[in-house]
């Protein structure tokens, strides 16, 4: 049975806190207030919903979706995984976004200042529809770790940022993805600031040898979990 | 709990956020599609209005790369959703999404979406609740995105009624979820400023 009702509280001892010294940024972009508890309505159970017809046929291919002259140098890789609820339920036809660095670190943004090169046959960023059983997927490079300021010599471990869209606003989730065996992931202070290590653990992708295409490409798997919802039985039966 | 899986851990979306979701800030196209900050198209039902404000840290300086998201109801107070099964009074409007995204400007800090004015729609329970427009807020520093509402300052009666509006034990702290209404130049405009931290720290919501 389809569940339709109110999604469940969401465990916040799962998420870093807002305030986490250790990423400098958020000691002045943390709220110090409680937030107010408030009963779900149609506000939060809805959210926006995506058609296949606003996604283009490359834009879940990184290799080639900002291709100029050739494909972008690096890695050539496979992430894939499945959107499910707190219920392990597939979420069918949700917006997946992810965008990443280049093979050396760099960003094509007009902020980054590392002095890592551009790529000019890479975007680095891409989008794809859940498909009927919850399947994403898409092909790119592997990111390279980059520097940051935040201690003089902090580095970011190679990692994706998904931005994932449920069936409804209260699902609303951005994450970043890490890559199995990268050295950094100990060190870093964002991933740091999740509490939970089981919650640290499922941000690291494992190598999915199998999803790999021999001669061709690796793959990782990223598996990504939204919040369930109650089923409303009683409510309608009534 | 053991049966349930765990929500994926939120992490910030970093200062490079508009690559992923606003490529054109970040400074290149690349999707023939692009997601905005304009919601209303010229055949929408509803009074145009444009909101816009500052995201402000803690020190009382606007930043200037955050992105926001905003989701409401149309001018009938519907949500372009299935499970939205409102009255026939409240039909759905096939000219309206009631999403939008944009960034706060890297120079002048400021964000706008440009939309029409929701209606007021029922909790789940039949109450009434007042218009309102959700927003999700997140930037470099902010480690889980942030939830708030914006209410209309000129509906004083359906928000004093509001069971949200009224769960807010201090006056001050529930101004700070209302905006004032403003004609600029023939555009009505509402100044929705967003302080995440200190003096008039808005109501961040856990829904």
Redesign the interface.
Known sequence: MEKTGQYYQRDRLIHPPAYTPGYKTSVLRSPRLALLSVEQSLSDITGPVFGADEIGLLDNDLLRNYAKTGEPIGERMIVHGRVLDQDARPLAGVLVEFWQANASGKYRHVNDTYKAAIDPNFGGCGRALTDANGFYTFRSIKPGPYPWRNRLNDWRPAHIHFSIFGHGFSQRLITQMYFEGDPLIRHCPMLNGIPDDGARQRLIAPLDLNASIPLDSLAYRFDIVLRGRRGTYFENGQ | MSS??????????????????I?AQ???D????NFSNQLAGAETKGERIRIEGYVI???GAP?R?ALL?I?Q?NAAGR??????KASPDAPLDPNF???GRGGTD?RTALYHFDTIKPGA?????GRM?AP?V?F?I??????????T?MYFADESAANAAD??LR??EQDS?RQTLIAPREARDGTIVYRFDIR???DG???????
Do not use: K
């Not at chain 2, 690349?30 to 599609?33: E, K, L, S």
């Open positions: 349930y899986l765990d929500e994926t851990a939120s992490q910030t979306a970093g200062p490079y956020v508009h690559i992923g979701l490529p970040a400074g290149f690349i999707f023939q599609n840290d803690g020190t930043i790369d998201e989701w109801a949500y372009n959703h299935p499970e939205d999404r009631g999403w890297f729609l029922p909790m789940l329970d609740q309102h959700n999700w997140t930037a470099r520093g902010i480690n889980i995105g942030l939830q509402r069971p949200l769960l807010i702290r995440l931290q200190g720290e808005t109501v961040f919501l856990d829904v």
